[in-house]
């Protein structure tokens, strides 16, 4: 069946809706296909000699032909165009609907780069159950879009206060025993969705951060930060343990030592102590920090993509396996803890606001 007028005309409305460009040579054949209904001022060709009627009426018949032609073949090439750009879409993070739809995880793409930012402002970005779940499925997403670069950002004055601690606090202020393992599951997968990344990862610390917040920042590539961040890692003070593979990429990252001040000792370190000590890769001044960072950023995001992406995994690749491992076994630690008198009492002082940090 050939293509009506309506449905030529629907093409050209899904045209615009293309979630990609399709690039020049696709947009000069969808011109070219469309010339048929444009008015044409060149003289009809005259190929044989036969009288004036019988001209026009062949005239006619070609240009109807030529007219359906066009057509089929432009709502064929639209319709093949909008199918590839939703398979892709698929995988692109700025389209996925959940995520689209948070309020807490905020997604966007653009430039080469897929910024994810905690969004949680008036909480200080900290991480509820369903935020662990729509980071994962965001990264799921960005690692198959068309981005180079995932970037991790924070609203308002933090980037993240870390694990929202009342994910495990009912409404009445009684631990919830159930929400533990939920807890150390989520926990895991979430750690194992960074190890397994395979796309340049960076973090922009725009304020301070909190815990898995900053342990995590370990499985990044690159952490930009501005001066006015903080890192602290506040486990001892919570009866907890270390997560996100910390106890394996600090040490190794700043040496025992300093690991042992950050991890054990729960001492906050300054953007520039973090710098000083190989976590963070530089830092910015507040007043210039996002300008220069997104600046920078869009640059890089024009490297070449695949030769990012091998690069990433010669340097990963021999770590991954221990990393899971430590993952595992960090994993374990925290089940543990999260049964333990210690945890409990700093999760009951905390919903009873007798601390804080
Ligand atoms: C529990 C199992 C964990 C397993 C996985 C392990 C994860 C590791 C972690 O991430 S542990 C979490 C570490 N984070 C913290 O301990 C931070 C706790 N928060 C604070 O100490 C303070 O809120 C602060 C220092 C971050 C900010 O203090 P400030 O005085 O500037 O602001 P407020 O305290 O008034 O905070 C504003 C509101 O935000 C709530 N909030 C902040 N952080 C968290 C958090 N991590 N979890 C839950 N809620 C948080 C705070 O309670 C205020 O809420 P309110 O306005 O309703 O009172």
């Known amino acids: 069946m050939r293509a009506s007028q ?10 615009k809706l293309l979630k990609e460009d399709p690039g020049n040579q696709v947009k000069l054949k969808l011109y070219a296909l469309t010339a048929t209904e444009r008015p044409c001022n060149m003289p009809k060709p005259i190929v044989f000699d036969f009288d004036d009627n019988a001209k026009q009426d062949s005239w006619k018949c070609l240009k109807l032909h030529m007219v359906e032609t066009s057509r089929q073949n432009y709502v ?6 909008s199918s590839s750009s939703e398979a892709s879409g698929q995988g692109n993070c700025g389209a996925d609907e959940k995520v689209q739809e948070s309020k807490d995880i905020v997604v966007t ?7 994810i930012v905690f969004n949680r402002p008036t909480k200080k970005n900290a991480i509820t159950f369903q935020m662990y779940q729509e980071i994962m499925l ?11 670069i995932t970037v991790f950002t924070g609203t308002g004055d933090y980037y993240c206060s870390g694990n929202d ?7 009445t202020g009684e631990i919830q025993e159930a929400q533990r393992d939920e807890q150390t599951v989520l926990t895991r997968e979430l750690v194992s969705s960074f190890i397994d990344f395979p796309k340049l990862l960076v973090a922009v610390v725009n304020g301070p951060a909190v815990g898995i917040a900053v342990t995590l920042l370990g499985l990044f590539d690159a952490v930009y930060a501005s001066d006015k961040a903080t890192f602290h890692t506040p486990f001892s003070q919570l009866g907890q343990s270390p997560e996100a593979c910390s106890s394996y990429t600090f040490p190794k990252i700043m040496g025992p030592a300093k690991a042992t001040e950050m991890l054990l000792f729960g001492k906050k370190l300054t953007a520039r102590e973090a710098w000083a000590q190989g976590l963070v890769s530089e830092v910015f001044p507040e007043s210039t920090f996002e300008k220069e960072v997104w600046t920078r950023l869009k640059a890089y995001a024009k490297l070449p993509p695949n030769g990012i992406k091998v ?9 991954k396996q221990k990393l899971h491992a430590v993952n595992a076994e960090e994993s374990t630690v925290i089940q543990e803890r999260l049964t333990s008198e210690e945890c409990t009492n700093a999760l009951l002082n905390f919903a009873s606001r007798k601390a804080k940090l």
């Open 76 to 81: 064929d090439l639209v319709s093949s165009l």
């Open 165 to 171: 601690l009342n994910n495990l606090i009912s409404a």
């Open 6 to 15: 309506q449905d030529f005309e629907n093409a050209m409305n899904q045209v």
């Open 311 to 319: 690069s990433k995994e010669l340097i990963r690749k021999n770590e």
């Open 138 to 148: 965001t990264l799921k997403n960005a690692s198959t879009d068309n981005s180079v």
């Open 109 to 115: 793409s653009e430039d080469g780069i897929t910024k």
